[in-house]
């Protein structure tokens, strides 16, 4: 995986894992691979593999069993969420995208509209 | 808990030249750091003297607690250039001196080493690439159990290929409480892996970050370490 160096890397890696629980690589009550595994798959530290899990435990996205590793929580209300935070994301990062080309707010929905009519064929 | 690396007002002086004036450094348990400066900034002297090998400097280093050379040199490993090592001296001869000068060489540990970096012990020194010479350096040298590890510019004039898996190597068999200070002059290739950086120059260290918070702020860690350098340009 390719890392901005402006963005703290423990922040990458929750968004990373966030994208693979809610793309479905690491569903809802699976066990994520281990620290070190993670670390090495990612060439990134292990404390910061460990600061990016323990937020994510934290936010209930993750579950530590004792002596077992990490799961992915089964809570659907929290998965939902979690996806709506990632929708979010990549929406805000299109309005802005959009804002920078001149496009105003009340035209967006007009020139999506738009623009899936014209390419209706695409996948 | 005791520091890995704890250096207090140091100095070191070489032929009436100073080298290094009032260095202060702690490094907790479990880092990778990496040392960063210019070239004859003083990374290289700095590395000698944790490792004891620069011997006339004044005020205090420890490393896991230890201050005197000769313990302090059981509890730290040094990546040495084999430069001791003639030539022709198979890699199996200087295995067998690592064992048996290092009574915390792991030889299942180099097994394993050897194995994931492609060792042939039959070659002969003199006929190993660059890339296959630092992998042999970082196989030995971590081989070793030790509190502290000292790394100087272990990807000089390698390839990308061999210094991914020297990274991949650090990653799997450092253990958890092993500190790494690894030294280099630029730091886009390892500045994903670092816990911390710490600067070098003019003979002193001008500061010591952890690498997120540089992060934190929206700059990366090689444009903060230029801007540190900058005003001499």
């Known amino acids: 995986m390719e890392f901005k160096d402006n963005i703290p890397i423990y922040l990458q890696i929750e968004q990373y894992l966030y994208r693979q629980i809610v793309q479905g690589q690491l569903p809802a009550g699976t066990k994520i691979p281990s620290v070190r595994r993670l670390a090495v798959d990612l060439t990134v530290n292990v404390n910061t593999v460990q600061r990016a899990l323990q937020q994510m435990n934290a936010n209930g996205i993750l579950i530590t069993k004792r002596g077992e590793g990490n799961f992915v929580t089964e809570d659907e209300v929290l998965l939902a969420k979690t996806k709506q935070h990632l929708l979010d994301m990549e929406l805000q990062r299109f309005t802005e995208q959009m804002r920078q080309l001149g496009v105003k707010r009340n035209h967006l929905v007009e020139i999506l509209t738009h623009y899936l009519e014209e390419h209706i064929d695409d996948r | ?233």
């Open chain 2, 1 to 233: 808990m005791t520091a890995s690396l704890s250096i207090k007002h140091m100095n070191y002086h070489k032929n009436r030249q100073a080298i290094l004036t009032d260095v202060n450094l702690t490094l907790a348990t479990g880092k990778i750091v990496a040392l960063l400066g210019a070239n004859g900034a003083g990374k290289t002297s700095l590395m000698r003297v944790i490792a004891g090998l620069a011997k006339n400097y004044r005020g205090e280093v420890a490393v896991a607690g230890k201050t005197e050379l000769a313990q302090r040199k059981k509890v730290l490993a040094f990546n040495e250039n084999l430069q001791g090592f003639s030539k022709s001296e198979k890699l199996a001869n200087i295995l067998s001196f690592y064992v048996a000068v290092y009574p915390d060489f792991d030889e299942e540990r180099f097994n394993q080493l050897q194995e994931f970096m492609d060792l042939d012990l039959n070659q002969r020194l003199g006929q190993l690439s660059r890339g296959i010479k630092a992998k042999l350096v970082i196989a030995l040298t971590f081989s070793r159990q030790v509190p502290l590890y000292l790394l100087d510019e272990p990807f000089s004039g390698i390839d990308v290929m061999s210094r991914k898996k020297i990274i991949n190597s650090i990653l799997l068999w450092k253990g958890e409480e092993a500190t790494i200070l690894l030294s280099d002059h630029f730091v886009d290739e390892i500045a994903q892996v670092l816990d911390e950086v710490v600067i070098i120059k003019e003979r002193t260290i001008l500061c010591h970050v952890p690498a997120d918070q540089i992060r934190e702020r929206g700059e990366t860690v090689s444009t903060y370490y230029e801007a540190q350098y900058e005003e001499d340009m």
